[in-house]
């Protein structure tokens, strides 16, 4: 069976900083790209970062860009996000993704791309 299973979250102040981690298992996602996504309440979920396959080349969403870093191991099958500078606004669920469609663009930040999930994890950054 395959499991994403993200940790890490948490409560924080604004400006300090979180790192989540997601585990794979069933299967190796070394070849896949890997994906955060996140949801606040009311909300869509939105793309947050995605990193290829060697972990060469992360892309991220404008907001958070100079404050987040994903981050891969393939030979633990993990992926991390660093956030550091946290803001109310990023307060969400935080979901891990891989990867099963490759039509779309290099660097994907639709969900339907993404074939796997976790079950997400919660980040609440306080004011």
């Known amino acids: 069976q395959v499991q994403l299973l993200e940790s890490g979250g948490g409560l924080v102040q604004a400006g300090g900083s979180l790192r989540l981690s997601c585990a794979a298992s069933?299967?190796?996602?070394?070849?896949?790209?890997m994906g955060w996504f996140r949801q606040a309440p009311g909300k869509e979920r939105e793309f947050v970062a995605t990193?290829?396959?060697?972990?060469?080349?992360?892309y991220y969403t404008d907001s958070v860009k100079g404050r987040f870093t994903i981050s891969r191991d393939n030979a633990k099958n993990t992926v991390d996000l660093q956030m550091n500078s946290l803001k109310p606004e990023d307060t969400a669920v935080y979901y891990c993704?891989?990867?099963?469609?490759?039509?779309?663009?290099?660097?994907?930040?639709?969900?339907?791309?993404?074939?796997?999930w976790g079950q997400g994890t919660q980040v609440t950054v306080s004011s």
């Open positions: 990193i290829t396959w060697s972990g060469s080349s992360p």
């Open positions: 993704a891989a990867r099963t469609s490759y039509r779309g663009p290099i660097y994907s930040t639709r969900p339907y791309d993404y074939g796997y």
């Open positions: 069933g299967r190796s996602f070394s070849s896949s790209a």
